[in-house]
């Protein structure tokens, strides 16, 4: 197999004590680490500093969907065992795609009562993954059920409890549908923003509804057999116009987080222009890809093995990322969610 094909070639050594548990104070006082993807080069900053790396002209890219607490703690209906439902996909109104556990306790036909019968679900399918079809019953707004009784899906690896849901939210949320956050948003600040626009640098919304399949782990020895989950995607006329303009104009096209990154790669014709649209996508980027949409990408740290790793190791090659992540880990940058930025330029 051909180098970068092989899963082993995106492992690195994490102590774990270097796995953020909380969210900063001040969200943009993070560590900032700048890596030049044609030299390798690294410098390190602190995140607030990103502006001085953007100039005018250029285009900032953030994904703007919105967590939603989409972790349910339920009971059986008949025996009162504890279930645990997690959101994954709203399929119709109020039939969503889950992933229970324990799975077995689910069987078609199950009832499950949250918040003293405030909500039930009925298992009405089993789907592929052995992820549920759960249809809910309830009166009023579920949206509004939801924030009362669901928590924040935090990632495995977060031992911690989140203190203010806000946390696991980028400050420009809006549209809800994801089941995590797309992280490397969460450094922003709005006065950066506001800073970053004063600058001369358009920022544009573009929407990607994060699944869970973004912290599945990687299984196949070889790469390439690896089957991405498909994830729903918008980008509004507006959005591709102001885009292809700046392009045309050569302003850099900078994503922030993988989410970004991976819709205007999705959303982007062979001759570079970026279209309109609303679907899902399952593009898997890795080592070989030849980027349309963007230049330059701000991202947190990603796990090993991951899909992540595989597509900042697309962007600025393996052993470029490789050795920037090993530089992380001595200096202690803080990994994963709520840790640590990186801007590849």
Known sequence: MSDGMKLEDYYYDLPQEQIAQDPLEDRASSKLMLLDKNTGEIEHKIFSDVIDELNSGDCLVINDTKVIPARLIGSKEDTGAAIEVLLLKRKENSTWETLVKPGKKARVGARIVFGDG???????????????????????????????????????????????????????????????????????????????????????????????????????????????????IHVTKEAADTINEIKKNGGRIIAVGTTSCRTLESATDENGVVQPVSKETDIFIYPGYQFKAIDGLITNFHLPESTLLMLVSALAGREHILNAYKIAVEEKYRFFSFGDAMFIH
């Open 118 to 232: 405030l909500l039930t679900g009925e298992v009405v399918d089993v789907v592929e993954d052995g992820n549920r079809l759960i249809r809910f019953e309830y009166d009023g707004v579920f949206e509004q059920i939801l924030d009362q009784l669901g928590e924040m899906p935090l990632p495995p690896y977060i031992t911690h409890k989140l203190k203010d849901k806000n946390r696991y939210q980028t400050v420009y949320a809006k549209n809800e549908g994801s089941a995590a956050a797309p992280t490397a948003g969460l450094h922003f600040t709005g006065e950066l923003l506001n800073k970053i626009e004063e600058k001369g640098i358009k920022i544009v919304r573009v929407t990607l509804h994060v699944g869970l399949g973004t912290f599945r782990p990687v299984k196949v020895e070889n790469v390439l057999e690896h089957h991405m989950h498909s994830e729903y």
